[in-house]
């Protein structure tokens, strides 16, 4: 029986399984109601929101912490704990004013000081947070409620980098917590956001529980993403970690789960014909697959060995891997932005098509490559990870290179790629992972296009050509200038490769018909979401 085949006849048993429940009393089902019982798309191993840049760990963090400004559906900032803001006429001062009465888990007020520390925290990982380091010339208090940033030069952006949904999110955190060093773990979790997270119940592997936070006070905005109002209509949201999908298939429709973020393709069908069941495409933005290589070790240190993969690559073998047949699904990339956005562009993205294996061989051969093990940490506890992880080890053979595959998990994939070491001393050479199609529009909140070296993300690519029209995007003075820009860095990107996309790909996510308030977006949403 092949894997397909196994994973529609498990979930049909789970639906035989489900008729012959028992019925459930009336008290316990006006509890069931308070609850939401949520399968996320990976275990939360870790919880710090600005230590890595797992969208898990941004999607859990969102329900603990605020930010001051929230992005919209229309990709604009709204304000979110804050009440007001001004900017001086040459651009240079910033002055923010917080909402009254926002306050902690634990009670304590939110104050401008523990607004300060986040944000010097969250600045020393974050790509647009470090261009904001380099033109800083102050970020201090001004009163408890009021603090102000002058810089150097004008960052019209500034709203943008505040409000930006991909990860590491300016979460705002009290004082004392936000002084960790942004390079160690927190390991207290006072949020001030809308639901508290049930530290003593949290099982990493099995579940983590948030509570609904009765002091938060919501906007009066109607809720759209991370702007507007946080009204939380349930009293608990329980992940519960299912790596499996056959066994999350059949828990949804056991009613054991209300909500399944990633359902895999392959079971869509199998859940559509499901009554109680309602399946929709996650996010219309979809996400683009990601092959990311060590920049600083060999053998991708070594840009003829980079573009030998690049050139055998062939993304449709990964699409099928991840989606299955349905060719509406997916779309080949000739380029690193969201395909179908205003500035996606192919501009010097041929290798990214080129599907030649052979050429691919003469490109490792004249790079010198001795055989290095290429030590590919994959997660298995992800449907995505694990197919596109199969697909890339029967790649890197098929052009002569020595696999070290190492089947992980997602949490250990998210400590070790952080690593520096070399890939035989507990390094790595490549993972996988995917950018939300929500964060690949523009370079702003595209942190896996930097190349700026030690300051970029995972794999620490150093790419001056890339930075250069990064800066030239960021100063363009209209659309045409931005897309000549992008253009541009395009075509560095794929030259140097930054890193390897293995295609675009829509996902679905499927959540049981008596639950209300599910929308689309970049992550799953949970104000305003209801249960009957």
Same mark, same amino acid.
């Given at each position: 029986?092949?894997?397909?085949?196994?994973?529609?006849?498990?979930?049909?048993?789970?639906?035989?399984?489900?008729?012959?429940?028992?019925?459930?009393?009336?008290?316990?089902?006006?509890?069931?109601?308070?609850?939401?019982?949520?399968?996320?798309?990976?275990?939360?191993?870790?919880?710090?929101?600005?230590?890595?840049?797992?969208?898990?760990?941004?999607?859990?963090?969102?329900?603990?912490?605020?930010?001051?400004?929230?992005?919209?559906?229309?990709?604009?900032?709204?304000?979110?704990?804050?009440?007001?803001?001004?900017?001086?006429?040459?651009?240079?001062?910033?002055t923010f004013k917080l909402r009254p009465g926002l306050k902690f888990h634990?009670?304590?007020?939110?104050?401008?000081?523990?607004?300060?520390?986040?944000?010097?925290?969250?600045?020393?990982?974050?790509?647009?947070?470090?261009?904001?380091?380099?033109?800083?010339?102050?970020?201090?208090?001004?009163?408890?409620?009021?603090?102000?940033?002058?810089?150097?030069?004008?960052?019209?952006?500034?709203?943008?980098?505040?409000?930006?949904?991909?990860?590491?999110?300016?979460?705002?955190?009290?004082?004392?917590?936000?002084?960790?060093?942004?390079?160690?773990?927190?390991?207290?979790?006072?949020?001030?956001?809308?639901?508290?997270?049930?530290?003593?119940?949290?099982?990493?592997?099995?579940?983590?529980?948030?509570?609904?936070?009765?002091?938060?006070?919501?906007?009066?905005?109607?809720?759209?993403?991370?702007?507007?109002?946080?009204?939380?209509?349930?009293?608990?949201?329980?992940?519960?970690?299912?790596?499996?999908?056959?066994?999350?298939?059949?828990?949804?429709?056991?009613?054991?789960?209300?909500?399944?973020?990633?359902?895999?393709?392959?079971?869509?069908?199998?859940?559509?014909?499901?009554?109680?069941?309602?399946?929709?495409?996650?996010?219309?933005?979809?996400?683009?697959?990601?092959?990311?290589?060590?920049?600083?070790?060999?053998?991708?240190?070594?840009?003829?060995?980079?573009?030998?993969?690049? !050139?055998?690559?062939?993304? +449709?073998?990964?699409?099928?891997?991840? *989606?299955?047949?349905?060719? #509406? =699904?997916?779309? @080949?990339? /000739?380029?690193?932005?969201?395909?179908?956005?205003?500035?996606? !562009?192919?501009?010097?993205? +041929?290798?990214?098509?080129?599907?030649? *294996?052979?050429?691919?061989? #003469? =490109?490792?051969? @004249?790079? /010198?490559?001795?055989?290095?093990?290429?030590?590919?940490?994959?997660?298995?506890?992800?449907?995505?990870?694990?197919?596109?992880?199969? *697909?890339?080890?029967?790649?890197?053979?098929?052009?002569?290179?020595?696999?070290?595959?190492?089947?992980?998990?997602?949490?250990?994939?998210?400590?070790?790629?952080?690593?520096?070491?070399?890939?035989?001393?507990?390094?790595?050479?490549m993972f996988h992972t995917w950018h939300a199609g929500a964060d690949c529009?523009?370079?702003?909140?595209?942190?896996?296009?930097?190349?700026?070296?030690?300051k970029a993300w995972f794999g620490w690519p150093d790419v001056p050509a890339?930075?250069?029209?990064?800066?030239?995007?960021?100063?363009?003075?209209?659309?045409?200038?931005?897309?000549?820009?992008?253009?541009?860095?395009?075509?560095?990107?794929?030259?140097?490769?930054?890193?390897?996309?293995?295609?675009?790909?829509?996902?679905?996510?499927?959540?049981?018909?008596?639950?209300?308030?599910?929308?689309?977006?970049?992550?799953?949403?949970?104000?305003?979401?209801?249960?009957?």
């Amino acid at each position: 029986m092949d894997r397909r085949t196994f994973l529609k006849s498990a979930t049909g048993a789970g639906v035989a399984a489900a008729a012959g429940g028992l019925a459930m009393p009336a008290l316990a089902q006006g509890a069931a109601a308070k609850t939401l019982r949520f399968v996320p798309q990976a275990n939360l191993a870790n919880f710090d929101p600005i230590w890595g840049t797992q969208y898990v760990v941004r999607n859990a963090a969102a329900l603990v912490w605020d930010t001051l400004y929230g992005i919209d559906s229309k990709f604009q900032p709204q304000r979110q704990m804050v009440e007001s803001e001004e900017v001086s006429a040459d651009g240079l001062t910033w002055t923010f004013k917080l909402r009254p009465g926002l306050k902690f888990h634990d009670g304590t007020p939110v104050l401008a000081r523990d607004v300060v520390q986040s944000l010097v925290r969250w600045s020393a990982r974050d790509p647009m947070g470090l261009m904001l380091r380099a033109i800083q010339v102050e970020l201090a208090p001004i009163d408890d409620r009021s603090w102000k940033w002058v810089l150097k030069q004008p960052f019209p952006k500034m709203l943008l980098a505040l409000a930006k949904n991909n990860a590491p999110c300016s979460f705002i955190m009290p004082e004392r917590i936000a002084k960790t060093d942004p390079f160690t773990q927190i390991t207290e979790f006072v949020g001030s956001g809308p639901m508290k997270f049930a530290r003593n119940e949290w099982v990493p592997g099995a579940k983590a529980v948030f509570e609904k936070f009765t002091d938060y006070v919501p906007r009066s905005e109607k809720a759209d993403w991370l702007a507007g109002g946080k009204n939380i209509l349930v009293d608990r949201v329980e992940w519960v970690i299912m790596p499996d999908p056959a066994t999350a298939a059949a828990a949804l429709q056991n009613g054991e789960v209300d909500w399944w973020e990633t359902p895999l393709s392959d079971l869509v069908p199998v859940l559509k014909g499901n009554a109680n069941i309602n399946v929709d495409i996650g996010d219309p933005l979809g996400n683009i697959g990601s092959f990311r290589m060590n920049h600083l070790f060999p053998p991708f240190n070594n840009v003829k060995v980079r573009q030998a993969v690049m !050139t055998a690559l062939n993304q +449709e073998d990964y699409m099928r891997a991840l *989606v299955g047949e349905d060719d #509406k =699904l997916w779309k @080949e990339l /000739g380029g690193f932005f969201t395909p179908g956005t205003p500035l996606y !562009t192919e501009e010097g993205g +041929e290798m990214m098509k080129a599907k030649n *294996v052979a050429a691919a061989k #003469k =490109l490792l051969a @004249e790079s /010198g490559y001795k055989g290095e093990p290429v030590v590919c940490v994959v997660a298995q506890d992800m449907a995505a990870t694990k197919s596109m992880g199969d *697909v890339t080890a029967e790649l890197l053979k098929s052009i002569g290179m020595n696999v070290d595959f190492v089947a992980t998990d997602w949490g250990t994939v998210g400590a070790r790629r952080a690593q520096k070491t070399p890939p035989g001393q507990g390094g790595w050479s490549m993972f996988h992972t995917w950018h939300a199609g929500a964060d690949c529009i523009n370079p702003a909140a595209y942190t896996a296009i930097r190349a700026n070296g030690e300051k970029a993300w995972f794999g620490w690519p150093d790419v001056p050509a890339v930075e250069t029209e990064v800066t030239n995007w960021f100063n363009a003075k209209d659309l045409a200038e931005e897309k000549a820009a992008l253009g541009r860095l395009n075509k560095a990107a794929v030259e140097n490769v930054v890193y390897a996309p293995t295609g675009f790909y829509l996902g679905y996510q499927a959540w049981r018909k008596n639950v209300s308030g599910v929308v689309s977006g970049p992550l799953p949403f949970f104000w305003g979401v209801s249960k009957a």
